[in-house]
């Protein structure tokens, strides 16, 4: 499927520079070094964290791909599992509500992720035979659709400071910042012409990224910075 992809074609499995065996070898290796060394170094919890997240990747969320275009809603669960690892590896509790608000933050973020790239390349997946959201709704109802999602990712990143992550005034105010950032940026969505669409999937797609990694940055230099 992948070397029917203009995006995948090249990549070593489908180009034929590197055989499936070699690459479950060395996958299983890579696996079995992470589990190691997440079981040396923190604990039980993050490492089964850990084995779910490769789980839920290749053996659900693959698969659900190849069977619905709507694999990215399960699918997304993968972005809440790594805050969580880092949580219980630090040592905290799972349930912690700043846990579950961070976790549920990624995956909330993950849907908008996921979708955009799939709606980049959605002739590309329709080519290799993947159910492609292209097929299910016209490019104007995808383009309202990812908006509201967008807008879900800033609405979620402002319930983030209820938690009691951090009492820093200026961590809360960086984090409504990039929120409102955001969800002006996704107004592009709305206001594209039919042949613009792609380039404003893809100018959404490289923002939520950027977003994501802007509201992380924020909250890790909070607590560094709180705690100096």
Known sequence: MDALMERTRSRPIPSGRVQPRQALW?????????AWTLFLGTNLLALGLGLLAVLWYNGIYTYLKKKS????????????????????????????P????????????????????L????????????PSLTRVFS??????????WILATAVTCLLIPLFDISNS???NLGLLLC???LAFSAVK????????????????????????????????????????
């Open 119 to 130: 709606l980049i390349h959605g002739e590309d997946y329709e080519k290799a035979g993947f």
């Open 26 to 34: 060395f996958a299983a290796i890579l696996i079995a070094l992470g």
């Open 69 to 96: 275009a709507f694999a990215v809603v399960p699918g997304s669960v993968i972005g809440s599992i790594p805050p969580a690892v880092g949580w219980v590896a630090g040592g905290g509790d799972l349930l912690d």
């Open 139 to 148: 490019t104007q109802q995808l383009a309202r659709i990812t908006f509201v």
């Open 169 to 171: 005034y200026l961590v």
């Open 98 to 117: 700043q846990a579950i608000i961070i976790a549920f933050f990624f995956f909330i973020w993950q849907m908008p992720h996921f979708w955009l790239l």
């Open 179 to 181: 929120a409102l950032w």
């Open 189 to 228: 969505l709305l206001r594209t012409e039919t042949d613009g669409y792609r380039f404003a999937f893809g100018f959404a797609f490289r923002k939520i990224n950027i977003y994501a990694l802007l509201v992380i940055s924020i909250l890790s230099l909070g607590k560094l910075f709180g705690t100096l």
